[in-house]
């Protein structure tokens, strides 16, 4: 444990953190202000068309999906950009020069982007729940199912980061994987109102599980599924192992 360098460590996490929120104008408030105009958008087609959840309110049911959208889409756009952008300055291969592991050095990144994660959940929580009516909101399994939509999409981020040098790869990857998963996978619709020779796309994804875990969290009656949770547990060990495993070998990391 001596050999861990827990100042780099922590030198890497806080100048992140604070570079991420310098810019907060761009990275807090743009996407906030987007996200308040989904919800506008949504109460305005649930006044006029009466759109259905199984929890009676649909904006009762959206706002958890759309928080989870956006961390899911900060949490890879992140990470992933933070480090092509490190290699078109030439300062990636300065980390990886510096007296500190490979290890230490994904870890530094995975910290920061839960903490950046934890924060826009949070910040976008306290403003949209202007628009809700919830009664009860259990903290400890939305944190909890917060940091897991972290973990994977985080790693998603790494693994993208580590293997592209320009923002054509990354842009590719967010616009045709990371957007569609989230979008599809029941953040704006119940798996129920789905034809059977589709829905059982989604009893397969992952995410799927995580964003009604999420949401199950607004309500105290809502069962929690145990092996929908190993599922997705052992996905996110399979990402973060590959993610690992490839920066830690050095395939394509730097030209």
């Known amino acids: 444990m ?25 990275t807090i408030i743009a996407p906030l202000i987007t996200t308040i105009i989904f919800v506008f958008i949504f109460s305005t087609l649930d006044t006029y068309y009466s759109l259905n959840s199984s929890k009676g309110i649909y904006l009762n049911f959206l706002i958890p999906g759309i928080i989870m959208t956006v961390v899911m889409q900060t949490s890879f756009n992140y990470i992933s950009e933070v ?18 592991t490979r290890i230490e050095l994904f870890f530094s990144f995975m910290i920061s982007s839960i903490f950046i994660g934890l924060c826009v959940g949070y910040i976008n929580l306290c403003v949209l729940y202007f628009f809700s009516e919830f009664e009860t909101i259990n903290y400890f399994l939305l944190t909890y199912y917060l940091l897991l939509c972290i973990l994977i999409f985080s ?38 109102t789905i034809d059977s020779n589709y829905s059982f796309i989604l009893k397969y994804n992952p995410i799927y599980y995580l964003v009604d875990g ?42």
């Open 83 to 100: 480090i092509i952008n490190m290699k078109q300055i030439g300062s990636f291969e300065d980390f990886l020069m510096s007296p500190i």
């Open 214 to 255: 999420f949401r199950s969290s607004f309500y105290f009656d809502k069962q929690i599924n145990i092996y929908s949770n190993i599922y997705i547990l052992i996905i996110i060990f399979l990402i973060i192992s590959s993610s690992l495993y490839i920066f830690n070998k050095g395939f394509r990391v730097i030209k």
């Open 155 to 192: 790693s998603l981020g790494a693994l993208t980061g580590f293997l592209s040098y320009s923002w054509d790869s990354q842009s590719t990857v967010s616009n045709f994987f990371i957007v569609p998963i989230s979008f599809l996978s029941g953040s704006f619709f119940n798996i129920n």
């Open 2 to 26: 001596s050999n861990i360098s827990y100042l780099s460590i922590k030198t890497i996490i806080i100048h992140e953190i604070r570079e991420y929120f310098k810019e907060f104008q761009f």
